[in-house]
T-cell receptor, first 109, second 117 residues
């Protein structure tokens, strides 16, 4: 029972920033926002997660709206290796993840 | 980052036989492990949640007698597909969760491709 909505697909030019949006209007106060990405025939790879404040790591940045009903994953310089399906997921109380359809990111050389 | 392994990475079996898939957390102890299945061009679907030493909790519509889950230790969970049929052919993925000091973190295995002939 996915609780997030994302665009089905997005394109980006190589070496340009990419902003991947996610809506989660039913988020509760204790739900963490997680982002993973998946290449074909591989398990999902952890990208970043956060609760309220914006987060940065070596892979990406996560911008969380003040009302927490939406968030944006930011890849600062897209490379061809960043082409994948990106999933925005809410971690519920029991730590379960219910995946939505994700955003398929195409990076154009 | 934390590493989760699965074995085998792929398996082909005949209809009616059983197949066991192992999921191991290699460098951490997992409080909870999860099993997912993924059909081609579809998203991951959560099958069950498994805590060490207790019975797994299955999602609605998942047959617990067909998909047997054993969570023998904090680093090992197994999924056995019993009496497999061609419709069970899928990509099975496990994940393992632990408390990372601030929040729970979850890492996924590389997946196991099951083909039932």
């Amino acid at each position: 029972d996915a609780k997030t909505t994302q665009p089905n697909s997005m394109e980006s030019n190589e070496e340009e920033p990419v902003h991947l949006p996610c809506n989660h209007s039913t988020i509760s106060g204790t739900d963490y926002i997680h982002w993973y990405r998946q290449l074909p025939s591989q398990g999902p790879e952890y990208v970043i997660h956060g609760l309220t404040s914006n987060v940065n790591n070596r892979m990406a940045s996560l911008a969380i709206a003040e009302d927490r009903k939406s968030s944006t994953l930011i890849l600062h310089r897209a490379t061809l290796r960043d082409a994948a399906v990106y999933y925005c997921i809410l971690r519920l109380t029991g730590n379960q993840f219910y995946f939505g359809t994700g955003t398929s990111l195409t990076v154009i050389p | 980052g934390a590493v989760v392994s699965q074995h085998p990475s792929w398996v082909i079996c005949k209809s009616g036989t059983s197949v066991k898939i192992e999921c191991r957390s290699l460098d951490f102890q997992a409080t909870t492990m999860f099993w997912y299945r993924q059909f081609p061009k579809q998203s991951l679907m959560l099958m069950a949640t498994s805590n060490e030493g207790s019975k797994a909790t299955y999602e609605q519509g998942v047959e617990k007698d067909k998909f047997l889950i054993n969570h023998a230790s904090l680093t090992l969970s197994t999924l056995t597909v019993t009496s497999a049929h061609p419709e069970d052919s899928s990509f099975y993925i496990c994940s393992a969760s632990f408390f990372g000091g601030v929040s729970y973190e979850q890492y996924f295995g590389p997946g196991t491709r099951l083909t039932v002939t």
